[in-house]
């Protein structure tokens, strides 16, 4: 806890008082300070940094540490390289993905599976899958879960590991309140669980506008780009390889570019949402996942309390 209020103050941020906060309570089993949870399900190590960084940012800026941050990833991310075998390019994603989560002081972790193991690549919706990811939403009790859309678009291309994370997500969302849908890992079974709200961020692969609420990140551009950067194997290696196949050599990479690339990402990101500006903003939507009743207009207002900074549609 001490290492990530450090980091923080050493790169501008602004920790509010928590001294007030000192009752603990148990919500779905698990013994907490009054704080907000929030966690992130992502297909790679650095999905939720293009697109949910920065709210994380935000919320550790706001709350301090009265707000708990988890980032959990589906596929240990083994092919996302051209020269390092699966087993090195996941190691040294596991250590990239620590690194930038240090950053905004949220815990990181790669799904297990049912049967103890990990997904090396390639994200399929099985019972083993589905049942580890029920266990570590159960297990971690978020208010809020982010999670990559389920792309309705037949001719829009999507990522393997993003389509199915998200119909993942969506498929535990209802069993998350069902004691037994699956084997309860490492705990005691819980017979009652709130279930959280979810909500969905815009997929660079789908990039599909559906959005309730945004949030502005330009504040927290700096260090957004800091924890990008921690994930050197994709920015500096298997970005440029996987998007220049159609060229004989891989182009060098250069920081001023890729700088200048990040910034027209956000910027295409506020035109795609009907925004011309070159502020850096991240937009979310409301899902109705894990109950019928959950819409738009009945978790609006918990949001609005939850996260006082959004600016809605």
Same mark, same amino acid.
């Given at each position: 806890?001490?290492?990530?209020?450090? &980091?923080?103050?050493?790169?501008?941020?602004?920790?509010?008082?928590s001294k007030n906060v000192s009752v603990r309570i148990r919500r779905n089993g698990v013994d907490i300070m009054n704080e907000l949870r929030v966690m992130s399900v992502m297909a790679h190590?650095?999905?939720? +940094?293009?697109?949910?960084?920065g709210l994380f940012l935000q919320l550790r800026q706001y709350y301090g540490d009265r707000v708990k941050l988890k980032i959990?990833?589906?596929?240990?991310?083994?092919?996302?390289?051209?020269?390092?075998?699966? +087993?090195?390019?996941?190691?040294? &994603? +596991?250590?990239?993905?620590?690194?930038?989560?240090?950053?905004?002081?949220?815990?990181?972790?790669?799904?297990t599976q049912l049967d103890g193991s990990h997904i090396p690549a390639q994200v399929f919706c099985d019972r083993n899958m589905l049942g580890g990811l029920w266990n570590a939403i159960r297990a971690f009790a978020p208010d809020y879960v982010i999670a990559p859309p389920i792309s309705t678009n037949p001719l829009a291309g999507i990522h393997i590991d993003h389509q199915h994370t998200a119909e993942a997500v969506r498929l535990v969302a209802y069993q998350l309140g069902v004691p037994n849908a699956y084997p309860t890992m490492n705990?005691? &079974?819980?017979? &009652?669980?709130?279930?959280?709200?979810?909500?969905?961020?815009i997929d660079n692969y789908a990039k599909e506008p559906i959005w309730h609420f945004r949030v502005n990140v330009d504040a927290f551009r700096k260090q957004k780009m800091r924890m990008l950067r921690c994930h050197k194997s994709q920015i500096e290696e298997w970005l440029p390889f996987v998007h220049n196949l159609d060229k004989a050599k891989i182009p060098p990479w250069s920081a001023e570019e890729w700088k200048k690339q990040t910034e027209m990402h956000h910027i295409q990101r506020n035109q795609l949402c009907g925004f011309e500006s070159e502020q850096w903003q991240e937009y979310f939507a409301?899902?109705?996942?894990?109950?019928g009743g959950w819409n738009e207009?009945?978790?609006?207002?918990?949001?609005?309390?939850?996260?006082?900074?959004?600016?809605?549609?």
């Open positions: 806890m001490l290492l990530w209020r450090f &980091r923080w103050m050493m790169y501008g941020g602004r920790l509010p008082s190590q650095d999905d939720f +940094e293009f697109e949910a960084a959990l990833t589906t596929s240990r991310g083994g092919s996302g390289h051209y020269l390092h075998d699966i +087993e090195t390019t996941a190691q040294i &994603r +596991e250590k990239e993905a620590q690194a930038s989560a240090a950053i905004v002081g949220a815990e990181y972790e790669n799904l705990g005691k &079974r819980l017979l &009652r669980f709130k279930l959280p709200i979810i909500l969905n961020c409301i899902t109705a996942w894990g109950g207009s009945t978790h609006s207002g918990q949001i609005k309390k939850d996260f006082p900074f959004a600016e809605w549609k």
